[in-house]
């Protein structure tokens, strides 16, 4: 396995809730520009264009961190073999695991509530 293909050290604790705190502001900050600009009156199929760039950048967040969880579960299993720190390793998972929900609990009400209220 790459150096690229695998969390490691501090950068692998610390990148899910990095990409988690990026989709947080990508979202908000898209959220407001879309309501100043108008993009909830505008038709994009069957919603708005701003509730689909929301949902787009949702889904492109949540599968980032989907991409880190496996080779973070890899790591865990190397740890379970005893190629790998243990305790690093299962942090790791845990810790993208986490801020994969916390990632879908943020962006739920890009599809849940009326926009621009």
Do not use: E, K, N
Not at 16 to 24: H, K
């Amino acid at each position: 396995m790459s150096v690229l293909a695998r969390p490691i050290g501090l950068l692998g604790l610390a990148v899910g809730f990095l990409v988690w705190s990026a989709a947080f502001l990508v979202l908000y900050g898209l959220h407001a520009l879309g309501c100043a600009w108008g993009w909830d009156a505008r038709a994009a199929g069957p919603t708005s264009l701003l509730r689909l760039v929301l949902v787009a950048a949702w889904i492109g967040h949540l599968a980032l961190l989907a991409g880190l969880a496996i080779p973070a579960r890899r790591l865990a299993r190397a740890a379970q073999a005893g190629d790998a720190p243990a305790l690093l390793a299962r942090t790791t998972l845990a810790l993208t695991l986490a801020a994969l929900v916390a990632t879908l609990w943020t962006g739920l009400p890009t599809i849940a509530y009326p926009l621009c209220r």
